[in-house]
T-cell receptor, first 108, second 117 residues
Framework: RKEVEQDPGPFNVPEGATVAFNCTYS??????FFWYRQDCRKEPKLLMS???SGNEDGRFTAQLNRASQYISLLIRDSKLSDSATYLC?????????FGAGTTVTVRA | DAEITQSPRHKITETGRQVTLACHQT?????MFWYRQDLGHGLRLIHY???????NKGEVSDGYSVSRSNTEDLPLTLESAASSQTSVYFC????????????????FGEGSRLTVL
């Protein structure tokens, strides 16, 4: 079983829609969680950290469910510029484990 | 501004040749990492380093080596390139937060696209 698993998508949504997707992790000892964003053929960049109590950053909301070992990302009021691949990142130890990514395409 | 740079950005080589990908960061970060990214696999860790003269194997280290002689550089060497090593390679660095742990924010280079024929 992979350490981090994501639905690859793609999620095709119209502008203004809400889209949400999850990421599951296998190591219950994982302490830190993050969402990274990767645009086509570019380097990944940190989107947001995921805190135990859940957190928001503008139109983005991240949640952590330790009991079921998954994290989620919700994007409200989608913009064309949100089209990207979203990588789930988990730190079971000092290293970071990346999911394969969920692709989101926002259409006009 | 601090940055992390990789070179070359694109390289085509032949099977059996030695290849070195350079990574240089000016963040003064202790932690440096090399990943490869292939369709369907996401980012897979090749080697990593937590400081000068420290190197560690990641999940896909066979056929690769690194050395860390200073804080700024972590070159990745393919001893004898194979077609299976055709990939996009990303170097990344991160700082050390509380209790010496990885802060979790990785700063990536722009990637090196390697083709082995």
């Amino acid at each position: 079983r992979k350490e981090v698993e994501q639905d690859p998508g793609p999620f095709n949504v119209p502008e203004g829609a809400t889209v949400a997707f999850n990421c599951t992790y296998s190591n219950s000892a994982s302490q830190s969680f993050f969402w990274y964003r990767q645009d086509c053929r570019k380097e990944p960049k940190l989107l947001m950290s995921v805190y135990s109590s859940g957190n928001e950053d503008g139109r983005f909301t991240a949640q952590l469910n330790r009991a079921s070992q998954y994290i989620s990302l919700l994007i409200r009021d989608s913009k064309l510029s949100d089209s990207a691949t979203y990588l789930c990142v988990v730190t079971p130890d000092y290293k970071l484990s990346f999911g394969a990514g969920t692709t989101v395409t926002v259409r006009a | 501004d601090a940055e992390i740079t990789q070179s070359p950005r694109h390289k085509i080589t032949e099977t059996g040749r030695q290849v070195t990908l350079a990574c240089h960061q000016t963040w003064n970060h202790n932690n440096m990492f090399w990943y490869r990214q292939d369709l369907g696999h996401g980012l897979r860790l090749i080697h990593y380093s937590y400081g000068v003269h420290d190197t560690n194997k990641g999940e896909v280290s066979d056929g690769y080596s690194v050395s860390r002689s200073n804080t700024e550089d972590l070159p990745l060497t393919l001893e004898s390139a194979a077609s299976s090593q055709t990939s996009v390679y990303f170097c990344a660095s991160s700082g050390t937060g509380l209790a010496g742990k990885n802060t979790g924010e990785l700063f990536f280079g722009e990637g090196s696209r390697l083709t082995v024929l």
